[in-house]
């Protein structure tokens, strides 16, 4: 089956830098969505990518839809505590519009930071 | 607007119990979408509903099962409940569009510990 490679897995930077991180895999997908998850709580919708090339932003939040379909990655400027959290990549699959619209998930970029 | 709802917070459970966790989705999106989480990994896809009929399933066995109401809200059951079933359960609802793609919103989750 599809399957999300996320990397880096853990991120450590001090307040003010700068953080990139990107999905990988060797199946296509149709969508790319970022996510992000504070301890305790469901995953919040970042960035949501829908065309290959497509370049989106949500703020400091820049988000990038392969090429290949195959990848993507989430980049965010100028970090602040706030940013502290799991951040997760998942991608949809290509279906039939019969068939499950289901996202296949990475397995999580935890950010901390440094004040 | 609100969110999607989740109930219970939290449960626990003993081995061989049956669970039914509940969902209602953000107002006007017609399908539910059932995953689980388990710690330090992303949710993993269990259930599909649109319209009150299940359109996927994910890799999971028969003890868990679904369904959706006419008011397009969502329950989950897991019977004769392991050990491993222990994580928290996630819904998300989002709209359906023709082309196939969309944004899932997810819900606070359901933390089961079965003990």
């Known amino acids: 089956g599809q399957q999300l490679n996320q990397s880096p897995q853990s991120m450590f930077i001090q307040e003010g830098e700068d953080v990139s991180m990107n999905c990988t895999s060797s199946?296509?997908?149709?969508?790319w969505l970022w996510y992000k998850q504070d301890p305790g709580e469901g995953p919040v919708l970042l960035i949501a990518?829908?065309?290959?090339?497509e370049l989106t932003s949500n703020g400091r939040l820049t988000a990038q839809f392969g090429i290949t379909r195959k990848d993507s990655f989430l980049n965010i400027s100028a970090s602040i505590p706030s940013d502290v959290g799991i951040y997760f990549c998942a991608g949809q699959p290509p279906s039939s519009f019969q068939g499950a619209q289901k996202l296949v998930f990475g397995q999580g970029t935890r950010l901390t930071i440094n004040p | 607007d609100a969110g999607v709802t989740q109930s219970p917070t939290h449960l626990i459970k003993t081995r061989g119990q049956q669970v039914t966790l509940r969902c209602s989705p953000i107002?006007?999106?017609?399908?539910v979408s059932w995953y689980q989480q388990v710690l330090g990994q992303g949710p993993q896809f269990i259930f599909q509903y649109y319209e009150k009929e299940e359109r996927g399933r994910g890799n999971f066995p028969d003890r868990f099962s679904a369904r959706q109401f006419p008011n397009y809200s969502s329950e989950l059951n897991v019977n004769a409940l392991l050990l491993g079933d222990s994580a928290l359960y996630l819904c998300?609802?989002?709209?359906?569009?023709?082309?196939?793609?969309?944004?899932?919103?997810f819900g606070p989750g359901t933390r089961l510990t079965v003990t």
């Open positions: 199946s296509i997908f149709n969508t």
């Open positions: 107002s006007g999106h017609k399908s």
């Open positions: 998300a609802s989002s709209q359906i569009a023709d082309w196939g793609l969309y944004e899932q919103y």
């Open positions: 990518l829908y065309k290959a090339g």
